[in-house]
T-cell receptor, first 115, second 113 residues
Framework: AQSVTQLGSHVSVSEGALVLLRCNYSSSVPPYLFWYVQYPNQGLQLLLKYTSAATLVKGINGFEAEFKKSETSFHLTKPSAHMSDAAEYFC?????????????FGRGTSLIVHP | DAGVTQSPTHLIKTRGQQVTLRCSPKSGHDTVSWYQQALGQGPQFIFQYYEEEERQRGNFPDRFSGHQFPNYSSELNVNALLLGDSALYLC????????????FGQGTRLTVV
């Protein structure tokens, strides 16, 4: 079975600083990997995904993530944080099962951005 | 395009009651998945519907059941509600079962008292 670990339930940065949200996964087969963002009282929005193409994936709102197989990691970064980036971020891993890919989500990391 | 729409947005039920939540997928999508997100947790997969059949199921009891209609909309039913069923229930739709382009609705906040 696959699993996801998000290191740090809360990450606090200053506006304009680098954002780094950590995600490590375990999977017995090559996985698909995702990052989602959730604003208060909202559903999840896909930021970016890795599906076995380029290992450096660029997403929306200036976010990117790098798939590192040797480290089983898929960390999310953004060069310069903006106040509007404050939200909950979820990493997810999915593998094929019965014709479907069902994602397993991490517990989430709350990003706090200080002025 | 309205995206994925869920109804109702909020719901309060009493223990032991039954509840039905509804989801309309994004236009062009034929696969619907349901998730339970408890407070402070990530979403947990409940089940996936495709071609009006349940295709995959997560680790949820039989009290959780669903249905998909010919227009691809879906319902989630929960019987004999427990306090622990209080959560945000999310519906996601996709154009295939790979879920690589899944779109989520805003969810239904269920409170069981």
């Amino acid at each position: 079975a696959q699993s996801v670990t998000q290191l740090g339930s809360h990450v606090s940065v200053s506006e304009g600083a680098l954002v780094l949200l950590r995600c490590n996964y375990s999977s017995s087969v090559p996985p698909y990997l995702f990052w989602y963002v959730q604003y208060p009282n909202q559903g999840l929005q896909l930021l970016l995904k890795y599906t076995s193409a380029a290992t450096l994936v660029k997403g929306i709102n200036g976010f990117e993530a790098e798939f590192k197989k040797s480290e089983t990691s898929f960390h999310l970064t953004k060069p310069s944080a903006h106040m509007s980036d404050a939200a909950e971020y979820f990493c997810a891993v999915s593998v094929p099962s019965g014709g479907s890919y069902i994602p397993t989500f991490g517990r989430g990391t709350s990003l706090i951005v200080h002025p | 395009d309205a995206g994925v729409t869920q109804s109702p947005t909020h719901l309060i039920k009493t223990r032991g009651q039954q509840v039905t939540l509804r989801c309309s997928p994004k236009s062009g999508h034929d696969t619907v998945s349901w998730y339970q997100q408890a407070l402070g947790q990530g979403p947990q997969f409940i089940f996936q519907y495709y071609e009006e059949e349940e295709r995959q199921r997560g680790n949820f009891p039989d009290r959780f059941s669903g249905h998909q209609f010919p227009n691809y909309s879906s319902e989630l039913n929960v019987n004999a509600l427990l306090l622990g069923d209080s959560a945000l229930y999310l519906c996601a739709s996709s154009w295939d079962r790979s879920n690589t382009e899944a779109f989520f609705g805003q969810g239904t906040r269920l409170t069981v008292v």
